[in-house]
């Protein structure tokens, strides 16, 4: 049985990661980004819900008395 011959392994894993450097670096350079970008502080309003409003008292059916 033959054996597998691993010697070239080494070059085609490395040229392989070069590569998708390269790739990796034209997909970006393809994007614009803003040159001096600015965080933006957004006020979050609260909505109140029409349960919050007021207090509500639930009753189990099997706790309410017999009459």
């Known amino acids: 049985m033959p054996q597998l011959d691993t010697s070239t392994w ?3 894993i490395i040229s392989m990661f070069i590569t998708l ?4 670096q034209l997909k970006t350079l393809a994007h614009q ?3 001096n970008p600015q965080f933006t502080y957004s006020k979050q309003t609260k909505q109140n819900a029409p ?3 007021k207090w509500t ?3 189990l059916p099997l706790s309410q008395h017999l009459a």
């Open 10 to 12: 080494l070059i085609v």
């Open 21 to 24: 450097f390269i790739i990796f």
């Open 33 to 35: 980004f803003p040159v």
């Open 51 to 53: 349960w919050e409003e």
């Open 57 to 59: 008292k639930t009753y």
